[in-house]
């Protein structure tokens, strides 16, 4: 592998992404010149066959009905019925409301598989009511932002599927890697409230809600289309009766029943939500189709295998190679999104990643974490626009906001390495289907 | 022209749409079929060329609206000179990258036909069919680019809707 190449095709790549070529070109451009530069054969062919083959698979039919359900469900009633049949248990907490951005992400995060999604279907209900009580905006702003990108973490989740098709491996068990350390990251994040609450009594206010047992339990009532799609969605998975594509089918059988039920599916919002759900999945196949090219290009250049040799000789340990990784990919995540992140980085990594002997699910979950990290990292950080445009902040205060949350995320990647069972144990119970 | 150009991109746009409905329709079925115990051969294929199809039908419809991502951070940066000339130069790689993948699908959608090639699944369906919807939808998205390249030198392209739908991906 001369070096020279590489450099060029890397130079080629940056080069492509920083002009705005967009995104799935760029990596079609770089493919293609690494297949011209280091194979005779039939380039063109070659590129549509793979392309073909790779878009028109079974299992990827997963992503736009997950895509789909999460539209129907951002247009219904849900989040609102949420908020009312959160808030009331929320007040006994140290830091009342400000638990329903975090716990309402994580429920929603487990209906949808999009971040952004999540924070503003939560935001839209969760911003004027908390506003209009009075909680500090510095906290509503920052756990939003946080808890939002469970929506990556907690399954379904869009990311995973891509990294899943990516990575060859299984969906059903990443979704099921996810929800341990989604369900920590939760509880740390609402751990940083409860603190900051006791040490700041005074800025938190009053609830002068006052509701018997009953009233609370009924009003709990609220949440039950919620968990009635999780377990439709998730436990199918998990009991092994159905495949990540056939769950998402009940997801998105689920969402339009469910916003049919409550009235709020009309001709106009079924058609918007179909076209939002086909552009929004036209746009992730395009990035797809570049970098199922490019991994194609990849292994006639040999360079993954390459620098899995290289780092492979440095004789780092795992945890500095995952800390090295971790770096890396927040640096990353400050210019990309996370899926082209994602597939970017995973056709020249795999190699490494298997030859550290990481475990591939692992490995997704630790990804998934870190692109979590790079959404709310300025200056490129999804969660950070969505939350702009709802509060009018500066994207600054925002980001100052999500900081404590961030470095909770970097106590979790810390407590998943050390702990890797968190991530794997589940996965390993599962009966898988394919 | 352009009227007719619009109206092709939209079409194919809500063509993708009822793919997407169709695909689910699929997925449905195979499911009930493993239920009530019935079985409709090469559900799983269609589902998969149905999908192709959404994604690739959809392509110049999504660049219309603006969805399509880039990285605009440097771009945004630039002074307005520069700034349109980096932009002609992006329309028009992008353009040479689709005409050359355009070129290419419909070459496959050709070899497929007449080496009559079919299914290796259980539906047995000649590749050329699906394949041609794909191809289309990516001579289509050639066609848009070369527009908006004409537009931008003309200085006559118009921003893409700013979209202030929380719906991104992540």
Redesign the interface.
């Known amino acids: 592998m001369d070096f020279f190449a590489t450099a060029f095709l890397l130079v080629a790549l940056f080069g ?10 760029s990596l ?2 770089v493919a ?1 010149l690494g297949m011209e530069l280091f194979t005779t054969r039939p380039v ?2 070659l ?3 793979k ?2 083959e790779s ?4 299992t ?2 997963a992503l ?2 997950f ?2 359900m ?2 129907i469900l ?1 247009r219904s009633k849900l989040s609102e019925d949420m908020f009312r049949g959160l808030s009331p248990w929320m007040a006994l907490l140290p830091g009342r409301l400000l638990h329903t951005n975090i716990i309402g992400c994580t429920i929603f995060a487990a209906i949808s598989g ?4 999540t ?3 939560i935001g839209k209900i969760t911003i004027p009511e908390l506003r209009g009580r009075g909680y500090p905006e510095f906290m509503t702003v920052g756990t939003l932002a946080g808890a939002g990108t469970l929506g ?1 973490l907690i399954p379904p989740s ?2 995973m599927i891509v990294y899943g098709v990516t990575a060859e491996v299984s969906i059903g068990q990443l979704f099921i890697g996810g929800v341990v350390p989604g369900i920590l990251l939760a509880g740390l994040f609402s751990g940083y409230v409860m603190v900051w609450a006791v040490l700041n009594p005074s800025r938190v206010p009053a609830e002068n809600i006052r509701m018997r047992l009953l009233d609370k339990i009924r009003a709990g009532r609220h949440l039950l289309p919620a968990v009635g799609l999780i377990l439709c969605v998730l436990g199918s998975i998990y009991a092994g009766i ?1 495949t990540a ?2 769950s ?3 997801g ?2 689920g969402a339009l029943i469910l916003s049919w039920l409550q009235g709020s599916l009309n001709r106009a919002s079924f ?1 918007d939500a ?14 797809l ?1 570049g970098a199922s090219f490019l991994t194609l290009s990849m292994g006639f250049t040999g360079l993954p295998r390459h620098i899995a040799e290289w780092i492979g000789g440095l004789g780092l340990s795992p945890w500095m190679l995952i800390a090295a990784l971790m770096v890396f990919y927040i640096i990353l995540g400050c ?6 992140m994602v597939v970017l980085t995973m056709a020249v990594f795999l190699p490494t990643v298997e030859k550290a002997g990481l475990d591939l699910i692992w490995f997704g979950i630790f990804i998934v974490l870190v ?1 979590e990290m790079a ?1 709310i990292t300025p ?2 950080g ?2 950070l626009f ?1 939350l702009q ?2 509060t009018g902040h500066q994207i600054t205060f925002i980001a100052r906001a999500a900081v404590p949350l961030f470095l909770l995320m970097v106590v979790a990647v810390a407590l998943i390495t050390l702990f890797p069972e968190l991530v794997t144990f589940l996965p390993q119970q599962m009966i898988v289907r394919r | 022209m352009r009227g007719a150009l619009q109206a092709l991109y939209r079409a194919c ?1 809500a063509l ?2 009822a793919a ?2 169709l ?2 329709t699929m ?2 079925l ?2 009930a079929g493993g239920v009530f115990g019935f079985f409709i051969r090469g559900l ?2 269609y ?6 199809a ?3 039908l ?2 110049a ?2 660049l219309k ?1 603006g ?9 945004q940066r630039l002074p307005v000179g520069l700034h349109r000339g ?2 002609i ?2 329309l028009a ?2 353009a040479a ?2 005409g ?2 355009a ?3 419909v ?2 959608v050709y070899i497929s036909w007449r080496i009559g090639d079919v299914s290796q699944a259980t539906d047995q369906t000649p590749l050329w069919i ?2 041609s919807l ?1 191809a289309f939808g990516v001579v289509v998205l050639f066609v848009a680019f070369v527009e908006e390249t004409i537009d931008e030198i003309m200085g006559r392209r118009k921003a893409p809707p700013k979209t ?7």
Do not use: K
Request: charged residues 10%; glycine residues 8%.
């Open positions: 492509l992404l920083g002009m705005g070529l967009w995104i799935g070109l079609t451009a293609w063109g062919q590129m549509v066959n392309i073909w878009g028109s698979s079974w990827l039919t736009p009905l895509i789909w999460g539209e951002f999009s971040s952004a999604a924070c503003a279907t990556l869009i990311i159905a594509t056939e998402a089918a009940f998105a059988l058609v179909l076209m939002g759900a086909t552009r929004l999945s036209c746009m992730i196949a395009l990035i189709a210019f990309l999104d996370g899926i082209s692109t959404q200056p490129v999804f969660n969505v445009g709802m | 746009g993708a749409g997407l409905v695909m689910l997925i449905t195979n499911i799983d294929a589902a998969g060329y149905l999908m192709a959404a994604s690739f959809a392509l419809y999504t609206a969805e399509h991502i880039r990285v605009t951070l440097l771009l980096v932009e130069t992006c790689l992008a990258i689709t050359y993948f070129w290419h699908s070459d496959m699906p394949q794909m202030d739908e929380p719906a991104h991906i992540e």
